[in-house]
C-alpha cells in the first residue's frame, strides 16, 4: 500500500534557491524510493529553525490542515531535527513524524543485503534512535509499520537505552571483526598488486550500469536512489588485456547523515584503496555539476582527493548544452553507457590514465628464460612482444607498476 507524504523543507540565508530546490527533489526521490507518494510540498524561508518546532507555529498550523485535507500518512522534514524538535512535533500532530536522515537510514535499512551492510545500518539506526528515545510514547502508539520503521527501528524503539547501549557494542564488535576480514582481502590485493579502479559518484549517476557494461557482471540496476548499498567488486579487462579490478560503491548524496558515514565507514574505505577513481556524473541533471562538487567534498573527508580521477559524464545522450561544465585538468569523457564505442573509449582513457602513474620500460629477455618471462608477461601491461629469432630473445615493450616485484627482473633485461 503506498503511503501519502507530506514533505516540508526551510530555506536558510546561506542556501541559493537553486539548492534548496535541489534538496527537495531529491527528498520527493527518497520518497519515491520507499514507494511513497508526496501528497502536499510545504516550504518555509526562515533565519534559523525554531528551536521548539523546526518550523514557525503558523507553519505546524498549515501542515497539520494538509493533514486533514490530504489524508497523508507522514510528515517528513528536509533537514536533521533535533530530539526535542521530534518530540515536539509528535505531540502536535495527528500522525507519524520523521526527518530525511530516518528516511534515508530506512532506504538503507531495506537495501542492505551483506552481513556487513545490515550491522552498519543497524548500527547507524541506533545511533540516531538513541537520543531520541525520551518521551516517544504518543509517537509509539502510532509506530505501526511502513516509512521509517524498517530494520530495527520499529522494535529497537520500545526497548530501554541500557539494551541499546549493549546491542550497540555487540554490533561494533561484529563490524570490528568483519571489517578485518575486509582489510586482510585488501591486504591480499596489495600482495598481488592488483590494480583497483573504483566508481563513485552520486546517488543514481548509473554507476551499477557502468560496472555491468565494463566487466560483464550483471548487477542490481534501477533508478531508484541507493540502489547499490554493498560494495561489489568485479575484474574486467583494459584494451591491452591487462585485468584489473573495479569496484561500485555506495552513492553520496547532500546531507548524507553523519551516522551513516561512522558506520560505513570501513565499505567507504575501499575508496581510499583505489589506484584510480570513476567520478561518474549523470550529465543530464541540472543539478549536476553541484552533485559534482558534494561528491569531491565528500571524497576529501574520506581522505581520498589525492587519488588520480577519470570524470565520466554519463548520460551524455540526454544533455543538450554541455557548456556550463566546468574544465577540470583530469580526464574526462563525455559518454552514453548503452553505446559500445562510448565503453569502449572509456576503457581506453582508463588504461591511458593508469598508464600515466606508471613507468615505461623495454627489455631483452632470453628465449630460454621462460620464468622471467612469464613474469613480466603475468605482472605488466605489455604493449609490444617481438620475438627475435636470430638473436634468441623476445624484445618487449610496456608499462608496470612502480612498486611492484617484477621491476627487479625487468632491470636485469633492460635494452
Same mark, same amino acid.
Given at each position: 500500500?503506498?503511503?501519502?507524504?507530506?514533505?516540508?523543507?526551510?530555506?536558510?540565508?546561506?542556501?541559493?534557491?537553486?539548492?534548496?530546490?535541489?534538496?527537495?527533489?531529491?527528498?520527493?526521490?527518497?520518497?519515491?524510493?520507499?514507494? *511513497?507518494?508526496?501528497?502536499?510540498?510545504?516550504?518555509?524561508?526562515?533565519?534559523?529553525?525554531?528551536?521548539?518546532?523546526?518550523?514557525?507555529?503558523?507553519?505546524?498550523?498549515?501542515?497539520?490542515?494538509?493533514?486533514?485535507?490530504?489524508?497523508?500518512?507522514?510528515?517528513?522534514?528536509?533537514?536533521?531535527?533535533?530530539?526535542?524538535?521530534?518530540?515536539?512535533?509528535?505531540?502536535?500532530?495527528?500522525?507519524?513524524?520523521? &526527518?530525511?536522515?530516518?528516511?534515508?537510514?530506512?532506504?538503507?535499512?531495506?537495501?542492505?543485503?551483506?552481513?556487513?551492510?545490515?550491522?552498519?545500518?543497524?548500527?547507524?539506526?541506533?545511533?540516531?534512535?538513541?537520543?531520541?528515545?525520551?518521551?516517544?510514547?504518543?509517537?509509539?502508539?502510532?509506530?505501526?509499520?511502513?516509512?521509517?520503521?524498517?530494520?530495527?527501528?520499529?522494535?529497537?524503539?520500545?526497548?530501554?537505552?541500557?539494551?541499546?547501549?549493549?546491542?550497540?557494542?555487540?554490533?561494533?564488535?561484529?563490524?570490528? &571483526?568483519?571489517?578485518?576480514?575486509?582489510?586482510?582481502?585488501?591486504?591480499?590485493?596489495?600482495?598481488?598488486?592488483?590494480?583497483?579502479?573504483?566508481?563513485? *559518484?552520486?546517488?543514481?549517476?548509473?554507476?551499477?550500469?557502468?560496472?555491468?557494461?565494463?566487466?560483464?557482471?550483471?548487477?542490481?540496476?534501477?533508478?531508484?536512489?541507493?540502489?547499490?548499498?554493498?560494495?561489489?567488486?568485479?575484474?574486467?579487462?583494459?584494451?591491452?588485456?591487462?585485468?584489473?579490478?573495479?569496484?561500485?560503491?555506495?552513492?553520496?548524496?547532500?546531507?548524507?547523515?553523519?551516522?551513516?558515514?561512522?558506520?560505513?565507514?570501513?565499505?567507504?574505505?575501499?575508496?581510499?584503496?583505489?589506484?584510480?577513481?570513476?567520478?561518474?556524473?549523470?550529465?543530464?541533471?541540472?543539478?549536476?555539476?553541484?552533485?559534482?562538487?558534494?561528491? &569531491?567534498?565528500?571524497?576529501?573527508?574520506?581522505?581520498? &582527493?589525492?587519488?588520480?580521477?577519470?570524470?565520466?559524464?554519463?548520460?551524455?545522450?540526454?544533455?543538450?548544452?554541455?557548456?556550463?561544465?566546468?574544465?577540470?585538468?583530469?580526464?574526462?569523457?563525455?559518454?552514453?553507457?548503452?553505446?559500445?564505442?562510448?565503453?569502449?573509449?572509456?576503457?581506453?582513457?582508463?588504461?591511458?590514465?593508469?598508464?600515466?602513474?606508471?613507468?615505461?620500460?623495454?627489455?631483452?629477455?632470453?628465449?630460454?628464460?621462460?620464468?622471467?618471462?612469464?613474469?613480466?608477461?603475468?605482472?605488466?601491461?605489455?604493449?609490444?612482444?617481438?620475438?627475435?629469432?636470430?638473436?634468441?630473445?623476445?624484445?618487449?615493450? *610496456?608499462?608496470?607498476?612502480?612498486?611492484?616485484?617484477?621491476?627487479?627482473?625487468?632491470?636485469?633485461?633492460?635494452?
Amino acid at each position: 500500500m503506498t503511503e501519502r507524504v507530506i514533505i516540508v523543507g526551510c530555506r536558510f540565508p546561506q542556501m541559493s534557491q537553486k539548492q534548496f530546490h535541489m534538496t527537495m527533489e531529491e527528498l520527493k526521490a527518497l520518497v519515491h524510493t520507499v514507494q *511513497g507518494e508526496v501528497a502536499a510540498e510545504i516550504v518555509q524561508a526562515r533565519e534559523k529553525p525554531d528551536p521548539a518546532t523546526y518550523v514557525g507555529k503558523g507553519k505546524v498550523t498549515e501542515i497539520m490542515e494538509a493533514v486533514h485535507s490530504g489524508e497523508a500518512d507522514l510528515v517528513v522534514f528536509n533537514d536533521e531535527l533535533s530530539p526535542g524538535q521530534v518530540r515536539n512535533l509528535d505531540q502536535e500532530m495527528e500522525i507519524r513524524v520523521i &526527518d530525511r536522515t530516518q528516511l534515508i537510514l530506512d532506504i538503507f535499512a531495506e537495501r542492505a543485503k551483506t552481513k556487513e551492510g545490515n550491522i552498519q545500518v543497524e548500527l547507524a539506526q541506533l545511533s540516531y534512535l538513541l537520543p531520541r528515545l525520551a518521551g516517544r510514547g504518543e509517537a509509539l502508539s502510532r509506530l505501526g509499520g511502513g516509512i521509517g520503521t524498517r530494520g530495527p527501528g520499529e522494535t529497537k524503539l520500545e526497548t530501554d537505552r541500557r539494551y541499546i547501549l549493549k546491542r550497540m557494542d555487540d554490533l561494533k564488535k561484529q563490524l570490528a &571483526d568483519v571489517t578485518s576480514h575486509r582489510e586482510s582481502y585488501r591486504e591480499q590485493r596489495r600482495k598481488n598488486n592488483t590494480v583497483q579502479f573504483a566508481l563513485v *559518484g552520486y546517488t543514481n549517476a548509473g554507476k551499477s550500469t557502468l560496472l555491468t557494461k565494463l566487466s560483464g557482471a550483471e548487477t542490481f540496476q534501477e533508478n531508484l536512489l541507493f540502489a547499490t548499498l554493498d560494495p561489489l567488486t568485479r575484474q574486467m579487462t583494459l584494451p591491452s588485456g591487462y585485468p584489473v579490478l573495479l569496484t561500485d560503491t555506495v552513492g553520496f548524496i547532500q546531507h548524507l547523515p553523519t551516522t551513516l558515514i561512522a558506520a560505513f565507514r570501513s565499505t567507504l574505505e575501499e575508496v581510499k584503496e583505489a589506484d584510480v577513481l570513476l567520478h561518474i556524473v549523470d550529465a543530464s541533471h541540472p543539478e549536476a555539476v553541484s552533485q559534482m562538487e558534494t561528491v &569531491d567534498k565528500l571524497l576529501k573527508e574520506l581522505g581520498a &582527493d589525492s587519488i588520480p580521477v577519470v570524470t565520466v559524464l554519463n548520460k551524455a545522450d540526454r544533455l543538450e548544452d554541455s557548456s556550463f561544465f566546468p574544465e577540470v585538468v583530469r580526464p574526462m569523457i563525455y559518454l552514453s553507457a548503452f553505446k559500445e564505442e562510448d565503453i569502449e573509449a572509456l576503457k581506453e582513457l582508463m588504461e591511458s590514465t593508469l598508464k600515466s602513474q606508471m613507468n615505461y620500460y623495454h627489455v631483452k629477455i632470453p628465449v630460454e628464460d621462460g620464468k622471467s618471462l612469464a613474469e613480466v608477461q603475468r605482472g605488466t601491461m605489455v604493449e609490444q612482444e617481438q620475438l627475435i629469432e636470430n638473436e634468441h630473445y623476445f624484445e618487449m615493450r *610496456g608499462y608496470v607498476l612502480r612498486d611492484h616485484p617484477v621491476n627487479g627482473t625487468l632491470r636485469h633485461f633492460t635494452y
